[in-house]
């Protein structure tokens, strides 16, 4: 039997995935001989044996579809893992044990794990625990991994809200409107920071810079006071007025986050409490992870996946693909999931920001 390698994409899906799934294989078969396996729905596939062999073939048209042809899931911890019992009850079970006996049936040289910061760190934790065969590649639209520059997944993200903006930037105009855009990006505010300078947003709220909300209004007035009725503001999920607390839609437990949502809102209600301003909300939501990658996203995860494979193949085990000065670099993974990547408020982005009069609500 050749030798093989495993893939599996976990957590929330976004465009990019199926580009490092191709690379791997084609690299894995073209260079060393080596057959790929495709593991379902991240690591619940490991835990009920849901494989997908991948060739050359399978993998040749996927480069500019979004989502992950092996399915992703957010809620496959092995380590707290949502069990459903006979009479439908959930119990949350460690599988890990069952994980790693199953791991070891494959008998890959090695296996990539497609994750963001969640995923990353079941893979941390199996590594702790023996299998030590894991490499990595970061992904996540949040693009908020400590260990690289960039995520796949991120640039196609902030691509879709510079679109949503200059397509509100007009109807804002037309009805002389204060338009928010709530965007993704959890805790960290890349999306809406990124997105908020290439799309000539007028204020941008990120969850690192707690915002006062009269300076927010004090924006929209100095527009108007030169004959500007409208504004454009980009409000992170994860942005908190100042003392206030992130907005959060539904309650995490032991086997999910929080989700976030309503941070849009809240700030629209905020504004026309306190002024005659009219406000309009659109949470672009799903939109940012969907549909086809960017070039830069297809291209940095053809990058990553052939440094993956190239990790497996130098036994450079522990270690993920990454982006350090524009180049390829390993990076070990329990750096990728030590601390959470957020925006320096005293960086050059929030600098760039102020300097051309973007309102960052300080
Ligand atoms: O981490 C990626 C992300 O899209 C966040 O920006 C967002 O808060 C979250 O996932 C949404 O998760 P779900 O797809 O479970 O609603």
Redesign the pocket.
């Known amino acids: 039997m050749s030798k093989r390698i495993g893939i599996l994409t976990g ?4 465009p990019g995935l199926n580009g490092v799934i191709r690379a791997v294989t084609l690299h894995a078969y073209n260079t060393f001989g080596w057959e790929t396996i495709g593991i379902r729905n991240g690591f619940e596939g490991l835990y009920e044996q849901q494989y997908v062999d991948l060739d050359p073939a399978r993998v040749a048209t996927i480069l500019p579809r979004g989502g992950t042809m092996l399915g992703s899931s ?1 809620r496959a911890n092995p380590f707290a893992y949502p069990l459903k019992l006979p009479d439908g009850r959930v119990e949350i079970h460690d599988v890990s044990k069952i994980c790693m006996a199953n791991l070891d049936r494959l008998d890959l040289q090695g296996l990539v794990v497609v994750g ?1 910061d969640g995923t990353m760190s079941f893979g941390q934790k199996f590594i702790e625990k023996g299998a030590s065969r894991i490499v990595g590649v970061p992904k ?3 693009n ?1 991994l400590e260990a690289t520059e960039y995520t796949i997944g991120f640039q196609t993200a902030v691509e879709v809200v510079v679109d949503a903006l200059g397509r509100l930037a007009t109807t804002a105009e037309s009805h002389e409107r204060i338009m928010i855009v709530e965007v ?3 805790y960290a505010g890349w ?1 809406a920071l990124t997105a908020g300078l290439a799309g000539a947003a007028h204020a941008v709220l990120i969850p690192e810079i707690e915002y006062d909300i009269d300076k927010v209004i004090s924006c929209f007035n100095r527009r108007s006071a030169r004959g500007v009725p409208f504004s454009i503001v980009v409000c992170a ?2 942005a908190k007025p100042k003392g206030g607390d992130y907005a959060v839609a539904v309650k995490g437990d032991a086997t ?2 929080d ?2 949502g309503g941070a849009g809102e809240r700030l629209a209600q905020m504004i026309e409490a306190r002024t005659d301003y009219e406000v309009r909300t659109t949470v672009l939501g ?1 939109i ?2 969907g549909g086809t990658p960017c070039a830069f996203d297809r291209e940095l995860a053809t990058r990553f996946g052939v440094k993956a494979v190239d990790l497996i193949a130098e036994g450079q085990f522990g270690h993920v693909a990454a982006l350090e000065n524009h180049r390829l670099v390993a990076k070990p993974i329990a750096k990728a999931v030590k601390k959470l990547k957020l925006v320096d408020p005293a960086g050059e982005l929030a600098k760039t920001a102020r300097a051309i009069g973007i309102e960052l609500g300080e």
Do not use: A, F, S, V
């Open positions: 957590g929330g899906d976004c957010n963001g996540t639209i949040d908020d993704m990006g959890r999306i999920e994860g999910k986050q989700k976030l799903h940012q992870r």
